[in-house]
């Protein structure tokens, strides 16, 4: 595979409690090529972890049979051009992944010309990646390689628009845990993408205590104090949903707390109760519309599951062209 060297755009970095990161070494353990490994370490994604992706979803498009209109309209032989176009202005997110995606399937050399990095603003008609191999093979990887580009551009946008909303703020937007299963590394990628930053990547890097774990401890303080005692080392945030509690797990040492269905003037009362003494996210009730007043209030995070779970694709293209 041959490409120019170009850089990665900034993601912005993960967040608070997030736990991603590759190791640098574990482009050696794939079948992808170095290079793309590389890139992909270098942006916090597992490039093993991604080429399992990639064969998941183009095992899924071909359902171990072959693609019966390629076989019979291309030549074996035949060689193309494609290129990857936005259709509408947005955020891109995944060029990387699109590339894996392609790796696994052409069997031939692959030539890649990059036009963007994620994490990019595009316009409409804008060329994000050129590639040049077998028609078969190329054609075969389209929609496996668009529908993850398309989602995580979708994502990125998104996240975009929320992260402009809130510039001039110290609030950050931040994800959730509600992803789909089997792509939430990538999904809070493009969350990074977009300029947000991640939550918890799971259950084990960081505690959420919500409503079901202060009925079953007996209180909010006493479940806080918990899963303290249990797991002292590990970041604990705490969902409340009165002044009350907020006060309650204040004094019990919590160092990130959630304001759960807050409105913003309950907001402001939280951050004039609290004086910095722990960070404060504001979950329930947001919309880019009121998000500026939440985040006024003088909040550190805005929960916004959306992000992943119901976040439109970016319309973008493959258009395929004779090889040069």
């Not at 590759?22 to 090529?33: F, M, T, W």
């Not at 409409?124 to 929609?143: H, I, M, N």
């Amino acid at each position: 595979m041959t490409t120019p060297d170009l850089p990665l755009a900034s993601s912005g970095g993960c967040g608070d409690g997030c736990a991603c990161g590759a190791d640098d070494e574990a482009y050696l353990e794939c079948g992808l090529d170095p290079a793309l490994a590389q890139l992909l370490a270098d942006a916090g994604l597992d490039p093993v972890e991604i080429e399992d992706i990639a064969n998941v979803a183009v095992q899924e498009d071909l359902a171990h049979g072959v693609d019966v209109t390629t076989v019979a309209t291309i030549p074996e032989d035949a060689v193309a051009t494609a290129d990857f176009t936005a259709r509408e202005a947005g955020v891109v997110a995944g060029l990387r992944v699109a590339e894996a995606v392609l790796s696994v399937v052409c069997e031939e050399e692959l030539a890649i010309e990059r036009h963007a990095e994620d994490g990019d603003r595009v316009e409409a008609g804008q060329k994000l990646l050129s590639v040049s191999t077998r028609t078969r093979d190329l054609l075969t990887a389209e929609r496996s390689a668009l529908n993850i580009l398309c989602r995580l551009s979708g994502i990125a946008t998104a996240t975009r628009a929320w992260a402009d909303t809130l510039d001039g703020t110290k609030a950050k937007v931040r994800d959730t845990r509600k992803t789909t299963p089997g792509l939430r590394s990538l999904e809070k990628y493009a969350v990074r993408c977009g300029g947000g930053v991640n939550h918890r990547m799971s259950l084990s890097d960081a505690a959420l205590v919500k409503d079901n774990h202060v009925v079953a401890a007996g209180g909010v303080a006493q479940a806080f104090q918990a899963v303290r005692d249990r797991f002292p080392d590990i970041p604990i945030e705490v969902e409340v949903d009165t002044l009350h509690q907020l006060r309650e797990v204040l004094d019990a040492g919590a160092d990130l707390i959630l304001l759960d269905n807050f409105t913003p003037g309950e907001c402001e009362e939280a951050v004039a109760i609290v004086q910095g003494r722990a960070a404060l996210e504001a979950s329930g009730r947001l919309t880019l519309g009121n998000a500026k007043a939440y985040a006024d209030t003088g909040v550190d995070y805005l929960a916004v599951g959306a992000l992943t779970h119901s976040s439109p694709i970016l319309d973008i293209g493959l258009d395929l062209r004779p090889a040069e």
